[in-house]
């Protein structure tokens, strides 16, 4: 007896959509933007990591993903949904954000991805709240915490009081100073 792929692929759609996922999702190739239902292994996180490093260290995403042991498709999707990468044309160039960071008593500019910089962004927000409001508990999550810039360096957050109000008095930075978007092709 043959099997029907047919009926198994309606019957595959219509279970994916009665549990509430797109047409996409159910047939196991989601869109850009939608979540995969397929779960990913410790193993496959760990390569996909290494993928994503080599990419911002040479800029192939081929080379990137034979060197990890990925799919290239793969690692263009989580290079993407990461948004370290974007798409110009038929090119693909790294996004990579440079932004100041208050670490070990002194100001410093390190080169980031998005998730990185946005954690930046809320430890400045923080420490404009500090000097405007002379309140620490903003800047309580950040106490021992670091982050890593683009080549694995750790920046530790600064958060003595005392050292944010020496900096701030020397500091005469604009927002565009603080964050720059910069596209590495």
Do not use: C
């Not at 989601?30 to 410790?42: F, L, T």
């Not at 990419?55 to 999707?77: C, D, M, Y």
């Not at 798409?87 to 693909?92: A, L, S, T």
């Not at 809320?122 to 670091?146: K, R, W």
């Amino acid at each position: 007896m043959a099997r029907d792929y047919k009926a198994e692929y309606r019957r595959r759609i219509a279970r994916g959509t009665s549990a509430g996922l797109s047409r996409s999702q159910a047939r196991g190739h989601a869109r850009s933007g939608e979540s995969s239902i397929k779960q990913v292994s410790a193993r496959d996180t760990a390569r996909l990591r290494k993928g994503v490093r080599s990419f911002l260290k040479h800029g192939s995403i081929t080379g990137a993903a034979k060197g990890a042991g990925v799919s290239a498709e793969r690692l263009r999707r989580e290079l993407y949904e990461q948004r370290i990468a974007q798409r110009e044309g038929r090119r693909v160039s790294r996004l990579v954000r440079e932004i100041s960071i208050i670490s070990r008593g002194r100001e410093r500019t390190i080169k980031v991805g998005f998730e990185a910089a946005s954690l930046i962004g809320t430890y400045l927000n923080a420490v404009a709240e500090l000097l405007n409001t002379n309140d620490i508990a903003p800047l309580a999550p950040f106490v021992g915490v670091s982050v890593a810039d683009l080549s694995g360096k750790q920046y530790p957050f600064e958060t003595d009081p005392h050292v944010l109000y020496e900096l701030s008095l020397t500091r005469t930075g604009t927002f565009e100073q603080v964050y720059r978007l910069t596209t590495i092709i």
